[in-house]
């Protein structure tokens, strides 16, 4: 090759090359910020990027995601926003509850904001009202500290010989005092004895299963709680050690091999999210994007997993679950 020749091609090939990277860098970016782990998060970031995808976005095409994971330690939320919003930001998704939105609405007034969370957003600081929200943020509220006491309704109905039954709550989350009076109403109203228990590490899971045992409480309802999310499989695999039935949130639990779950689909939320992140790239406001409700719920048993708690469905259940799975 001459050498006339060879300037010309690394001429070329450098004029090509930052025109490459100015794409990359041109298109919008979304900070994904989450309290669960990435691992916990896997099908609900893909059902995330599904809904993106509904409304003309894709990764790499036309949009850029950058990812932050709090691993269910909520303190380092804060710190986590503070870092994104640095970013040249199109637009912030929270997910994993309030401790995530509240981190990043703190971190920006500015950046619309998207959130997923189980809790109030009004009574948490994050829009003005569920309709018009007013700021700049918006997305999808389970409300789910309301379901205590279904929770309590269901499992005393599948375990009716416990006459007490444990409730486990993170003390750190927003929501949780509202869920507590939620299941103890449940439990009052069924004459059942209701105990509290409080985890919010890792180390604190198995003292409090202990702790189940202790009280001969003959059932759990787990709150709805990110942290949990993250330490699914082992509370999965310790209900099944100490043999305690139990309840949780999502079908992700029994579908991972826990007893069973009442609420709203999260897979759903997060395309949902997926879908509202897209608009705002589209140029819609939060302030004018209401916050979005489930208007149904599910109710997911693990037939496999009752059978080895030697536990009886009852019809009754049988007709109104959405899934039993075996």
Same mark, same amino acid.
């Given at each position: 090759?001459?050498?006339?020749?060879?300037?010309?091609?690394?001429?070329?090939?450098?004029?090509?090359?930052?025109?490459?990277?100015?794409?990359?860098?041109?298109?919008?970016?979304?900070?994904?910020?989450?309290?669960?782990?990435?691992?916990?998060?896997?099908?609900?970031?893909?059902?995330?990027?599904?809904?993106?995808?509904?409304?003309?976005?894709?990764?790499?095409? #036309?949009?850029?995601?950058?990812?932050?994971?709090?691993?269910?330690?909520?303190?380092?939320?804060?710190?986590?926003?503070?870092?994104?919003?640095?970013?040249?930001?199109?637009?912030?998704?929270?997910?994993?509850?309030?401790?995530?939105?509240?981190?990043?609405?703190?971190?920006?007034?500015?950046?619309?904001?998207?959130?997923?969370?189980?809790?109030?957003?009004?009574?948490?600081?994050?829009?003005?009202?569920? #309709?018009?929200?007013?700021?700049?943020?918006?997305?999808?509220?389970?409300?789910?500290?309301?379901?205590?006491?279904?929770?309590?309704?269901?499992?005393?109905?599948?375990?009716? #010989?416990?006459?007490? @039954?444990?409730?486990?709550?993170?003390?750190?989350?927003?929501?949780?005092?509202?869920?507590?009076?939620?299941?103890?109403?449940?439990?009052?109203?069924?004459?059942?004895?209701?105990?509290?228990?409080?985890?919010?590490?890792?180390?604190?899971?198995?003292?409090?299963?202990?702790?189940?045992?202790?009280?001969?409480?003959?059932?759990?309802?787990?709150? #709805?709680?990110?942290?949990?999310?993250?330490?699914?499989?082992?509370?999965?695999?310790?209900?099944?050690?100490?043999?305690?039935?139990?309840?949780?949130?999502?079908?992700?639990?029994?579908?991972?091999?826990?007893?069973?779950?009442?609420?709203?689909?999260?897979?759903?939320?997060?395309?949902?999210?997926?879908?509202?992140?897209?608009?705002?790239?589209?140029?819609?406001?939060?302030?004018?994007?209401?916050?979005?409700?489930?208007?149904?719920?599910?109710?997911?048993?693990?037939?496999?997993?009752?059978?080895?708690?030697?536990?009886?469905?009852?019809?009754?259940?049988?007709?109104?679950?959405?899934?039993? @799975?075996?």
């Amino acid at each position: 090759m001459r050498r006339r020749d060879f300037i010309t091609l690394l001429g070329g090939a450098a004029a090509v090359w930052p025109l490459a990277v100015w794409g990359q860098h041109s298109l919008p970016l979304i900070g994904f910020m989450s309290s669960r782990s990435s691992q916990d998060s896997d099908p609900h970031r893909a059902i995330f990027l599904r809904g993106l995808s509904e409304t003309g976005y894709v990764p790499g095409q #036309n949009v850029r995601i950058e990812y932050r994971w709090a691993d269910g330690h909520y303190e380092r939320l804060m710190e986590i926003a503070a870092d994104l919003v640095k970013l040249p930001l199109a637009v912030v998704v929270a997910a994993g509850g309030v401790p995530s939105a509240v981190a990043a609405k703190s971190a920006t007034a500015a950046i619309p904001i998207v959130f997923l969370i189980g809790e109030d957003p009004v009574r948490a600081g994050l829009t003005a009202s569920l #309709n018009r929200p007013g700021t700049n943020a918006t997305g999808i509220s389970f409300l789910t500290a309301e379901l205590g006491g279904k929770r309590v309704n269901l499992i005393a109905e599948l375990v009716p #010989n416990a006459a007490t @039954i444990a409730l486990l709550v993170n003390p750190k989350m927003a929501e949780t005092d509202a869920h507590i009076q939620s299941a103890r109403k449940g439990a009052d109203a069924l004459g059942r004895r209701l105990i509290v228990l409080h985890a919010s590490t890792p180390g604190e899971l198995t003292p409090n299963f202990d702790s189940i045992v202790k009280e001969r409480a003959g059932a759990l309802v787990v709150q #709805n709680d990110p942290f949990f999310d993250s330490q699914r499989d082992r509370l999965i695999a310790l209900a099944a050690q100490y043999s305690i039935p139990a309840i949780f949130h999502i079908r992700e639990y029994p579908a991972a091999g826990g007893l069973m779950s009442y609420g709203a689909s999260l897979l759903d939320a997060y395309r949902q999210v997926g879908v509202m992140t897209g608009r705002v790239l589209k140029g819609e406001h939060p302030q004018n994007i209401p916050v979005l409700q489930p208007t149904q719920f599910e109710l997911v048993i693990n037939g496999k997993t009752a059978r080895s708690l030697h536990l009886i469905i009852p019809a009754q259940m049988l007709a109104i679950a959405d899934e039993v @799975i075996e």
